[in-house]
């Protein structure tokens, strides 16, 4: 087995939460993408990161722009993760309610919880690049069961 292929193999058993990593470019056109390599890093000043592939169009956005939001995925959210994560990136924000908080990039409405944040640094890491965010704004919309994904497939938590 390739190096890569052994990592990718071992990474894959670690379960993960899944996000949508959005933002907008200069002239206001929302973009976004699926990101589950995401975490808290600080409370005090509060901070997280997400890690975005260094080819990527929302990733040049966000960076050009300086804020970005965080929307956590519901269990019954798999499809819109799916289409984030996809290749055709007209579509993805097609009939979806958004909201807007501090910065003013677009939040998920139906998202499990969500964070508003200013670019706080960008660290290049190998073929990807770590944002990153100061929270700005949070919020808790509703209860539910978070979306995983875990040894390639998409699951959530046993209640």
Not at 75 to 87: I, T, V
Not at 91 to 116: K, N
Request: aromatic share 8%; glycine share 8%.
């Amino acid at each position: 087995m390739k190096e890569a292929e052994a990592f990718r193999s071992v990474m894959s058993h670690f379960a993960t939460g899944v996000t949508v990593l959005t933002g907008a470019d200069p002239e206001g056109t929302p973009v976004g993408l699926t990101a589950n390599s995401f975490t808290s890093v600080s409370l005090d000043p509060p901070l997280v990161l997400v890690c975005v592939s260094n080819d990527s169009t929302s990733r040049s956005a966000i960076l050009e722009t300086g804020r970005f939001a965080i929307s956590i995925l519901r269990r019954e959210d798999e499809p819109l993760s799916r289409r984030f994560a996809g290749p055709t990136r007209e579509i993805r924000f097609d009939d979806l309610v958004l909201r807007r908080a501090a910065t003013g990039a677009p939040i998920l409405e139906r998202s499990l919880a969500w964070l508003d944040c200013t670019l706080w640094k960008v660290v290049e890491a190998g073929d990807h690049s770590v944002l990153f965010g100061r929270v700005e704004a949070c919020g808790v919309t509703g209860d539910g069961a978070p979306l995983v994904f875990f040894q390639g497939q998409y699951r959530t938590v046993a209640e």
